[in-house]
């Protein structure tokens, strides 16, 4: 790992608890650009979608939208893992969101000219898809290089909060730019709806270059191997062999999996709790606002000690929330069990991202960062299908029930599967590498 240089603080030597990964300029600079693209990227998904179904009228397609986002992540899930340990990590963001300049703008054009060629758009999701592809695992593999190793978990914490806070923002946002009225510079320009909020996500995307260029981080070349077949497989081989993170991924993947009932909320709102869209709104905030509110709760009382232990206990209660609200028949019952849901949540994702970046060598967080996204997406993904089939066949109760108590077997199998990932302590390198057995002996091995 390479740490934060002395240069990059802020100048205290003691930083205020809770707030110690802002010393480091370079992890505040990051993370404001975060915060602006992330705003950015979820008001132009809602543009997106209003423009795509206005085109069409078609509920499918505003799920090819989707698709052409997730696809480059699959297709390219390899090289992608390759090149963010294959070349300085913060040149491949710098260059994604550089070809996302590029698509965004050409987003604006087709708003402009009113454009009805869906293809079009599909194809510019798809390039967005792809630069998001490489990015990610860079994005993920370069924070250890931001903070001292003493204040990663502290910058893992403070990373979830914020994504949370703007992607509650960011939909809001831009349902609101699209509404502006046409007046002034906006009506010269043909700009209006899309359009408006193309430009602002332009303008966000543009920042985060201007912000992420200003780091002083260089953290260079990881990986000096020729491109090979074993190279690019060996972040699947390294989490095979270390079965802490294989434990750790698998967990998230089948809690995820079982467990996720966003996608059933809509029938949940309407039939069970007797709600409007008022009501599906709270539902859907909620998982967010327990989220932030332990993000917050974490950066000021960190966990010491006990990760795995804490880990099993997080997603048991996540599988009992998700039980309760299944079985709920009154709306604030509903909105206290997704705020626990997201809560518990919330402290997994802390321990799964310090256990990722830190039971990993720097030469291969690129790639194992790529196989832990195949992971989250394969869970969110499937996840959803799998809520709206089994919900088809039992029900939205029945399916959310089972859902959550199979949440809670799995912690309780994996528990007895994956002893190394139960017993794992503090959240330090040096402590978890009694976890990761010949660690030298696996990588000569790749």
Wanted: aromatic share 8%; glycine share 10%.
């Amino acid at each position: 790992m390479t740490p934060a240089s002395p240069h990059n603080s802020s100048g205290s030597s003691l930083p205020r608890r809770g707030l110690e990964a802002f010393a480091s300029r370079d992890f505040r600079r990051y993370q404001l650009a975060r915060v602006a693209v992330i705003l950015g990227a979820e008001a132009q998904s809602v543009a997106v979608a209003w423009q795509v179904y206005s085109i069409t009228h078609r509920a499918i397609d505003l799920g090819y939208t989707g698709l052409a986002l997730f696809l480059p992540g699959l297709i390219f899930l390899l090289p992608a893992g390759h090149v963010a340990d294959r070349f300085d990590r913060r040149r491949v963001i710098l260059t994604c969101y550089a070809l996302q300049v590029f698509c965004t703008g050409a987003l604006v054009e087709l708003a402009r000219n009113n454009t009805e060629n869906i293809l079009a758009i599909y194809a510019v999701l798809f390039v967005i898809g792809t630069g998001r592809a490489f990015s990610s695992p860079a994005s993920s593999a370069l924070i250890p290089h931001l903070v001292p190793e003493t204040h990663f978990v502290n910058a893992v914490t403070w990373g979830g909060a914020i994504f949370q806070l703007a992607n509650i923002t960011g939909p809001a946002l831009g349902g609101l730019l699209f509404t502006l009225p046409l007046s002034g510079l906006l009506a010269k320009s043909r700009l209006e709806g899309a359009g408006i909020v193309y430009v602002f996500t332009l303008g966000t995307v543009v920042w985060f270059l201007v912000l992420v260029g200003s780091l002083k981080v260089r953290p260079g070349r990881m990986e000096h191997r020729d491109l090979s077949m074993k190279v690019l497989l060996a972040g699947f081989k390294y989490v095979w062999r270390v079965r802490l993170l294989l434990g750790s991924f698998s967990l998230d993947l089948f809690v995820v999996l079982l467990g996720g009932a966003v996608a059933l909320m809509p029938i949940f709102a309407h039939e069970i709790l007797h709600q409007g869209p008022r009501g599906l709104g709270m539902l859907r905030a909620a998982p967010a606002v327990g989220a932030v509110t332990m993000s917050l709760i974490m950066a000021r009382f960190p966990l010491h000690r006990r990760a795995g232990r804490w880990l099993f206990i997080c997603v048991s209660i996540f599988g009992a929330a998700t039980v309760v609200f299944g079985l709920s028949h009154t709306l604030w019952l509903s909105l206290a069990s997704l705020a626990i849901a997201g809560a518990a949540d919330t402290i997994s994702v802390i321990i799964r991202g310090s256990l990722l970046q830190l039971a990993t060598p720097p030469a291969m967080r690129g790639r194992v960062s790529a196989v832990n996204s195949l992971f989250i997406g394969a869970s969110n993904e499937l996840g959803e299908f799998e809520s709206g089939l089994t919900a088809q066949w039992w029900g939205a109760v029945r399916a959310t029930v089972i859902g959550g108590v199979g949440a809670l077997v799995v912690a309780g199998l994996w528990s007895a599967i994956f002893p190394s990932l139960r017993n794992a302590d503090e959240l330090t390198a040096e402590s978890l590498r009694e976890h990761v057995p010949a660690a030298q002996e696996v990588l000569s091995g790749l």
